[in-house]
């Protein structure tokens, strides 16, 4: 089993749907979630940062993280074609920085 | 958010060759920075931590020899891969991890390897 497990998709919505990605895990010790969208050929880029439980909004974007379920989620409202990319959830047991990555969700809005 | 810089942004070299590759933190201090190494559609998988000043840590399966770190300063590191190969041709990223009360990863553009 992974530590980290992420549907990699591909994922089509159209355009202004709610979108849903999520991620499960396995190690209890993971304390720092992030979620990262990375373009074709482009390095990944920091989107949400939680740590420990609960909710955090900035945006359209909306990252929940529950540790008892082992699950987090991260919402895009109003999806854009210009949000289509592939979307990585990342997580730490510590803040040394090892990350840990879930495979990607590729989505795709359309216009 | 913070800015980090990789060149070459694309290198073709020959079989047998070295290749060198640099990370840059452009506007903030990284006393820690990782090397990641990404196949198509596939995840990142971490290389290696480099710490300023100090030896990288590398993750297991991983040859320290081949794949040469250096952390000469707090906003650059190098990876070096020596005596390349077709199957060491991947997609190469950085990230630089920003010190302070928060815990933030940033990561660089990448570097395409081709090896032929």
């Known amino acids: 089993q992974k530590e980290v497990e992420q549907d990699p998709g591909p994922l089509s919505v159209p355009e202004g749907a709610i979108v849903s990605l999520n991620c499960t895990y396995s190690?209890?010790?993971?304390?720092?979630f992030m979620w990262y969208r990375q373009y074709s050929r482009k390095g990944p880029e920091l989107l949400m940062y939680?740590?420990?439980?609960g909710n955090k909004e900035d945006g359209r974007f909306t990252a929940q993280v529950d540790k008892s379920s082992k699950y987090i989620s991260l919402f895009i409202r109003d999806s854009q074609p210009s949000d289509s990319a592939t979307y990585l959830c990342?997580?730490?047991?510590?803040?040394?920085?090892?990350?840990?990555f879930g495979q990607g969700t590729t989505l795709q809005v359309k216009p | 958010g913070a800015v980090v810089s990789q060149h070459p942004s694309r290198v073709i070299c020959k079989s047998g060759t070295s290749v060198k590759i640099e990370c840059r933190s452009l506007?903030?201090?990284?006393?820690?920075m990782f090397w990641y190494r990404q196949f198509p559609k596939k995840s990142l998988m971490l290389m290696a931590t480099?710490?300023?000043?100090?030896?990288?840590?590398?993750e297991q399966g991983v040859e320290k020899d081949k794949f040469l770190i250096n952390h000469a300063s707090l906003t650059l590191s190098t990876l070096t891969v020596t005596s390349a190969h077709p199957e060491d041709s991947s997609f190469y990223i950085c990230?630089?991890?920003?010190?302070?009360?928060?815990?933030?990863?940033?990561f660089g553009p990448g570097t395409r390897l081709t090896v032929t």
């Open positions: 990230s630089a991890l920003t010190s302070g009360t928060t815990y933030e990863q940033y």
């Open positions: 190690n209890s010790a993971f304390q720092y």
């Open positions: 939680t740590y420990s439980s």
């Open positions: 990342a997580m730490s047991a510590s803040n040394t920085g090892k990350l840990i």
């Open positions: 506007d903030f201090q990284a006393t820690t």
């Open positions: 480099s710490n300023e000043g100090s030896k990288a840590t590398y």
